[in-house]
């Protein structure tokens, strides 16, 4: 059983903390939000993450797992500390180190000899090479220990990952050996390397997943202007298992708090490092272009839009979460009101107005008088929806399925003009 301090209560540090309790060792888990702080202590997760509202209540009841305000207790006395700390967009498309760098000069007087200072934050490479300089400990271990953690997936991810990547900066190969030790029970795979190329695994994840995407969304619009279908595309590509069949549906865009954030901050880093890195330059224009398209799409099918009422069906980034940061939902709905369109939405987890978005209580609701529904999030539930009773609500019989959710013969037997993407319309 180790001693793990866990700085930061954000998804990434509130998972880490409860999953390393549940596999038996010692958290403390520290936060600079009072609030947070208090509600965690008594075992109340505000965020929607499948399973880990239980395993808080677990480690808390079970003492395994404690909550404190600042980062002291999470420093000192602890064989592993876990930086969990927010590395968000800065101004020049890098990530802003600020949290990081702060959390290492409180960690530099307090941590003990031995410990292993741990980044679990998204950094960019060379990253934990720097910081051990800045730590200025030689008896301390600086280890990059990236997360591969779905939103709505988090406690499954952890607990059962498909690979655990651990890289040692200069000095901290024993330090790096034992955050390997910590994963033991889950069974996985560890691929053991320096801390650059495992910072570098992060990244390239993540911009190769959104890479994919952004290529299947450009294939969607061709499939539109040429005639094909671009479910049967993917189907027939994915059949080849160099490809597999992950991550090949198209959307109105990839969104959410990691994939925007992490292609900007690697190709700032490619930049930076002077390496022309078009791929990635394309990956994200093509994400920017998309909003647009849908709401083409929906001029199309539903003629101008000023004035005209539209019905969002989803306002999260994807399903399974209440995640609105980056939504690409919310990116349709500002160029929709920009148009003068007036919007009302239906989220299951979101219950207050966003921006432009009169949010109200269910499908049916934000179906009734609309001149045009527009499902903007992959929620299953949405498919289940009553069509003819729909049809008969609506003012005009047309929806925009952004996500090709919809079942097409139930939907077009109703009544309704439907608009897929990646289909002729
Ligand atoms: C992503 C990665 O999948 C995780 O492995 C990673 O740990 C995490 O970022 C992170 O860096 O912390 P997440 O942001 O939760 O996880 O979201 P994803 O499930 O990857 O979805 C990203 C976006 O792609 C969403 O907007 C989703 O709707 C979109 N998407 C996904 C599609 O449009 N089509 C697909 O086939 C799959």
Request: one cysteine or more; charged letters at 25%.
């Amino acid at each position: 059983m180790a001693r793990i301090g866990v700085v930061g209560a954000g998804y990434v540090g509130l998972t880490t903390a409860a999953c390393f309790a549940r596999l038996g060792h010692d958290v403390v888990c520290a936060d600079v939000e009072p609030a947070k702080v208090e509600s965690l202590s008594r075992a109340e997760v505000g965020a929607h993450e499948p399973g880990l509202p239980e395993l808080v209540e677990e480690g808390v009841r079970g003492k395994r797992l404690r909550f404190v305000l600042g980062n002291d207790e999470a420093l000192s006395g602890v064989d592993f500390v876990f930086l969990c700390v927010p590395t968000p967009t800065g101004a020049d498309g890098a990530a802003d180190l600020a949290a990081v760098h702060a959390v290492l000069r409180e960690a530099r007087g307090a941590v003990r000899p031995g410990c292993a200072v741990v980044l679990k934050s998204t950094v960019p490479p060379g990253t934990a090479e720097r910081v051990a300089g800045l730590l200025g400990r030689d008896d301390v271990g600086v280890v990059s220990n990236p997360e591969f953690l779905r939103e709505g997936h988090a406690v499954d991810d952890f607990l059962r990952p498909q690979r655990v990547v651990v890289g040692a900066s200069a000095g901290g190969e024993d330090a790096a050996r034992r955050v390997v030790g910590l994963y033991e029970g889950t069974g996985a795979p560890a691929v053991v390397t320096d801390s650059t190329s495992a910072e570098l695994v992060k990244y390239a994840s993540n911009c190769f997943l959104a890479m994919k995407l952004s290529y299947v969304n450009s294939l969607a619009e061709l499939c539109e202007r040429v005639g094909g279908d671009i479910s049967d595309v993917t189907e027939g590509m994915s059949l080849d298992d160099r490809i597999g069949t992950a991550f090949l549906e198209p959307g109105p865009g990839w969104g959410g708090s990691c994939f925007p954030k992490d292609t900007k901050a690697l190709l700032s880093a490619a930049e930076e490092a002077r390496v022309d890195f078009p791929l990635l330059r394309a990956t994200i224009g093509t994400n920017g272009h998309q909003a647009r398209r849908v709401v083409d799409l929906a001029r199309a099918a539903i003629g101008p839009l000023r004035g005209a009422r539209l019905g969002l069906l989803g306002l999260t980034f994807k399903a399974g979460t209440d995640d609105l940061r980056d939504s690409p939902a919310l990116a349709v709905a500002a160029l929709l009101a920009e148009e003068g369109a007036r919007l009302v939405g239906y989220d299951p987890c979101v219950r207050r107005d966003c921006g432009p978005v009169r949010v109200l209580g269910s499908a049916e609701e934000v179906a009734r008088g609309a001149d045009g529904l527009l499902v903007l999030t992959e929620w299953p539930e949405f498919a289940e929806l009553d069509w003819p009773a729909l049809a008969d609500s609506v003012h005009r019989r047309v929806i925009v399925d952004t996500r090709n959710l919809l079942p097409l013969d139930k939907v077009v037997e109703a009544g309704f003009h439907l608009v897929n993407l990646g289909r002729r319309a």
